[in-house]
């Protein structure tokens, strides 16, 4: 069996040739084996984190399985535009500014040279009314979902591994991601706003 075939039948709960092998590596180890600065990657994705995978995949021989996602959904009422704060050897901080027809919502992001990006920033800091801008315009409809890059990655990966689109689901690890101010924030948040979360 080759890597997909290995995967798909462990997957199917049938017996493959043998045990899948397919550690998570994270992003840690791709990002590492490119020689490039992180934020290369994950900035100006050069290249994207999903080749970097499909690249240590085979540097390293074991079965590949990227549950990147790679489905986008794109929202004609939502704008976005991207600059740089500030740079220095070890660090960029972009601000992304989000235009919606009920107004702007911004978050800065700091992009290191050896770690993952991180929001240092979120866009939700004002609520109630930034979590109703952000619930209104940020979960479009599935219909629209566009999966051209889903089928690149697909296709790179090839027979390698298996690729897997990425569903999120709704809850405080979600407000976590989106709010301004941490957990404490998104707990004040559910008890203070319980009908609009």
Request: glycine share 8%.
């Amino acid at each position: 069996m080759n890597s997909r075939e290995r995967m798909i039948t462990a997957f199917s709960n049938r017996q493959p040739d043998m045990v899948p092998v397919s550690p998570d590596i994270s992003n840690m180890i791709p990002c590492r084996l490119t020689g490039k600065p992180f934020w290369d990657i994950y900035l100006h994705n050069d290249p994207p984190l999903w080749k970097a995978y499909i690249e240590a995949v085979k540097y390293f021989g074991f079965d590949g399985w990227l549950p990147c996602g790679g489905f986008s959904i794109a929202n004609p009422d939502v704008g976005a535009e991207t600059g740089v704060v500030s740079t220095s050897d070890e660090r960029t901080v972009t601000r992304t500014t989000f235009h919606t027809p009920a107004g702007d919502l911004w978050q800065e992001t700091t992009h290191y040279r050896a770690d993952p990006p991180t929001a240092t920033v979120k866009p939700v800091k004002r609520l109630p009314d930034d979590l109703e801008i952000w619930i209104s315009y940020f979960y479009p409809s599935p219909d629209r979902a566009d999966d051209a890059e889903y089928r690149k990655i697909e296709d790179e990966m090839g027979e390698l591994g298996v690729v897997g689109p990425t569903v999120g689901f709704p809850g405080l690890h979600e407000l976590f991601n989106i709010m301004n101010g941490g957990m404490e924030a998104v707990v004040y948040a559910y008890i203070d706003y319980p009908a609009l979360l």
